[in-house]
């Protein structure tokens, strides 16, 4: 099997699990299976699993925009700064005016600095942040500039606040929360987050895993390249793309594009390969292989 799976996951289990999940469903015999972007377990909604060589796609999806509906309690602190961690109350907290939460969530919009959660999957001296943060080690995360495109009031009821957002790769929602509350003045963590995509892969179409049929529900990995251009070739050119070979092509590109998506004439995904030039002219350079070669 080659391909992606746009699954809803639930509130509880790990991304893990969902994987572990799916790798059931499939049978091992199927080929390797990964996700393309964790989902803390307080969280649902898309989790795009990657089935057979499909896994070497996923940094190409994790590097999508990605769409969040979050839950935010205002008036408490938690040291994850989602619901799962300890709560502190702000005894000195009280209702924020709504044109005050409007004017800041502006500020949140844009290439922004951000310090990750020390309960977060990052390395720290070797070392994953959050088995630190458990053991009560002290350290200190640097800021990350982060793209945040939108941020959007849903839905406003102190201490509940709700958001929609729209974010480029490495953004921390739960990070958010408790800048929100910081700059607000009372303090906040996220209470509730759902991811309503990534990309094309939207939550209106994700599948649940009790009604998981791979068969059918197989999303052709094509998807997981939107960002690259696609060029088509031949069935000569794609065996030889298949070995590991170079392919010049027939007619010019006029436009720079390091990185192309490569399938054969009935739309198959055959490569991504870098679009190089030589003496010859304009050729593909293959770098990630997803076919065998034609013996």
Request: charged share 20%; net charge neutral.
């Amino acid at each position: 099997m080659f391909g992606l799976l746009n699954i809803n996951k639930p509130v509880g289990p790990t991304s893990h699990d969902i994987v572990s999940r799916v790798r059931k469903i499939v049978g091992r015999r199927k080929g390797k299976v990964g996700h393309a972007g964790t989902l803390d377990p307080f969280a649902d909604g898309v989790l795009v699993v990657c089935v057979g060589p499909a896994t070497r796609l996923a940094d190409y999806v994790q590097q999508q925009t990605k769409g969040y509906r979050a839950v935010i309690t205002l008036g408490a602190v938690s040291d994850t700064h989602d619901i799962t961690g300890q709560i502190t109350e702000n005894p000195h907290a009280a209702p924020v005016n709504v044109d005050e939460i409007h004017s800041i969530l502006k500020t949140f919009v844009g290439r922004i600095a951000q310090i990750p959660p020390a309960h977060s999957a990052l390395h720290v001296d070797g070392k994953r942040a959050y088995d630190l943060a458990r053991a009560g080690h002290e350290f200190d995360l640097p800021a990350r500039e982060v793209n945040v495109y939108q941020v959007s009031l849903v839905e406003y009821d102190y201490p509940s606040l709700t958001i929609n957002v729209s974010c480029g790769a490495g953004t921390y929602i739960r990070s958010l929360a408790r800048d929100i509350g910081e700059k607000l003045g009372v303090g906040a963590y996220c209470s509730g987050l759902t991811r309503t995509s990534i990309g094309n892969f939207d939550i209106s179409r994700a599948i649940n895993l009790d009604n998981l049929n791979p068969a059918a529900d197989l999303i052709d990995p094509i998807k997981a390249l939107d960002a690259l251009s696609e060029i088509k070739v031949d069935s000569d050119d794609a065996n030889r793309l298949a070995m590991g070979k170079m392919v010049r092509l027939s007619t010019a590109r006029q436009d720079a594009i390091p990185e192309v998506a490569v399938t054969d004439l009935s739309g198959r995904l055959i490569a991504i390969a870098e679009l190089v030039d030589t003496p010859n002219g304009p050729t593909l350079k293959p770098s990630k292989v997803f076919v065998q070669p034609e013996r």
